[in-house]
C-alpha cells in the first residue's frame, strides 16, 4: 500500500523559510517520479517542484525557481521542498504526489498517488 506523507507546513512571515517533508512508503524513488503541488483557495491545484524517477533530474514552476529547492534521501524514503525567501502568494496547502512516468509531469492527473497536504500560510 503507497502512502505519503507530508509534514513541516506552518504560518510564516514573508521572507521567511520552510522546509517540507514528505516520507513515501510502498513505492520506489526509481520507479516514482516525485511532486510537489500546491492549492490555494478558489485557485487549482498547480505543479510547485518535482525530481525524477531513478534521476536527480529536478524541474521547477517559475513562480518558484530560485527560491525552491527539491531534494529526496532514498535511504530514508522521504523528498524534501526547502521554501525560501517565501511571499503571500505561497501560502496554500502543499502536496506531494507519484507518478509512474519516465518524465516528470507537471499536470495533477498524471500522477497516482498523493498525500493528504500541509497547510503553509504566508502572512505577517
Known amino acids: 500500500q503507497v502512502q505519503l506523507v507530508e509534514s513541516g507546513g506552518d504560518l510564516v512571515q514573508p521572507g521567511g523559510s520552510l522546509r517540507l517533508s514528505c516520507v513515501a512508503s510502498?513505492?520506489?524513488?526509481?520507479?516514482?517520479?516525485l511532486g510537489w503541488f500546491r492549492q490555494a483557495p478558489g485557485k487549482e491545484r498547480e505543479f510547485v517542484a518535482g525530481i525524477r524517477r531513478n534521476s536527480d533530474v529536478v524541474d521547477y514552476a517559475d513562480s518558484v525557481k530560485s527560491r525552491f529547492i527539491v531534494s529526496k534521501d532514498i535511504a530514508k524514503g522521504a523528498v524534501y521542498l526547502e521554501m525560501n525567501s517565501l511571499k503571500d502568494e505561497d501560502t496554500a496547502v502543499y502536496y506531494c504526489?507519484?507518478?509512474?512516468?519516465?518524465?516528470?509531469?507537471?499536470?495533477?492527473?498524471?500522477?497516482?498517488?498523493w498525500g493528504q497536504g500541509t497547510q503553509v500560510t504566508v502572512s505577517s
Open positions: 510502498g513505492l520506489s524513488f526509481t520507479t516514482y517520479g
Open positions: 504526489a507519484a507518478a509512474a512516468t519516465f518524465w516528470l509531469p507537471r499536470t495533477a492527473p498524471n500522477y497516482q498517488f
